[in-house]
């Protein structure tokens, strides 16, 4: 599709890198070792820089996907997840950001 991709192997690898500032779209698994991608999302939005945000999981709850949503993710989706449906939240969080 043309766009960078970075990735990390944590939340705070992330917070750490540098890159929050410059990224227009974050793909966030919500259970990782250390910080999980809600707490990680939150930490951003309390910094100002929240980008658009998709969250992945394979272990969906009710709770995590509601203050996912409340918090102002894009989406909040289930795996495995169709890579249409992902590409076509990546589109609409570049059209946000």
């Known amino acids: 599709m043309g766009w960078e991709v970075l990735t990390f192997d944590s939340a705070d690898a992330f917070l750490r890198s540098g890159a929050v500032h410059k990224t227009r779209c974050l793909i966030s698994d919500v259970t990782m070792p250390g910080m999980s991608g809600l707490e990680m999302h939150a930490q951003l939005r309390k910094q100002g820089h929240a980008p658009p945000t998709i969250f992945i999981t394979a272990y969906p709850t009710a709770q995590d996907e509601s203050v996912a949503l ?19 939240k990546v589109r609409e969080a570049i059209g946000k950001s």
């Open 70 to 88: 409340a918090n102002g993710a894009l989406a909040y989706l289930e795996k495995p997840v169709d890579s249409s449906v992902i590409l076509e």
